[in-house]
C-alpha cells in the first residue's frame, strides 16, 4: 500500500520555525520526485518546493526561497520541509506529494501527482 505521512504541523508564532516530514512508503522512493504543495482556506493549492531523490535537484516558489529547505534522506524515506522565518501567509495545509522522478522540473512544481499525503495543518500567529 502507497503511504504518504506528513507530521511536523503546530502552531507557531510569526518568525518561528518548524520542520515538516513526509515519509514515504510502498513504492521505489528513488523513482520519484517528492513534492509540498500547501493549501490556505479560500485559496488555490499551491506547490512550494520539489526534491528529486536520486540526483538531490530541488525547486521552491519564489515566497519561500531563502527561507524554506528541502532535503532528502534516502535511508529513511523521508523528505523534510525546514521552515524558518515563517509568515502568517505560510498558514495553510501542507500536503507532500510524489511524482515520476522524470515530470520533476527546476522551473515549477510538478504538474503530475501519482500520489499525495492526507496534509498537516501549519498555522503561523501574527
Known amino acids: 500500500e502507497v503511504q504518504l505521512v506528513e507530521s511536523g504541523g503546530g502552531l507557531v508564532q510569526a518568525g518561528g520555525s518548524l520542520r515538516l516530514s513526509c515519509l514515504a512508503s510502498?513504492?521505489?522512493?528513488?523513482?520519484?520526485?517528492i513534492a509540498w504543495f500547501r493549501q490556505a482556506p479560500g485559496k488555490e493549492r499551491e506547490g512550494v518546493s520539489c526534491?528529486?531523490?536520486?540526483?538531490?535537484?530541488?525547486y521552491y516558489v519564489d515566497s519561500v526561497k531563502g527561507r524554506f529547505t528541502i532535503s532528502s534522506d534516502n535511508a529513511k524515506n523521508t523528505v523534510y520541509l525546514q521552515m524558518n522565518s515563517l509568515k502568517p501567509e505560510d498558514t495553510a495545509v501542507y500536503y507532500c506529494?510524489?511524482?515520476?522522478?522524470?515530470?520533476?522540473?527546476?522551473?515549477?512544481?510538478?504538474?503530475?501527482?501519482?500520489?499525495w499525503g492526507k496534509g498537516t495543518l501549519v498555522s503561523v500567529l501574527s
Open positions: 526534491i528529486r531523490s536520486s540526483d538531490g535537484r530541488s
Open positions: 506529494a510524489a511524482t515520476p522522478r522524470y515530470y520533476y522540473s527546476d522551473y515549477g512544481s510538478p504538474q503530475i501527482v501519482d500520489y
Open positions: 510502498g513504492f521505489t522512493f528513488d523513482d520519484y520526485a
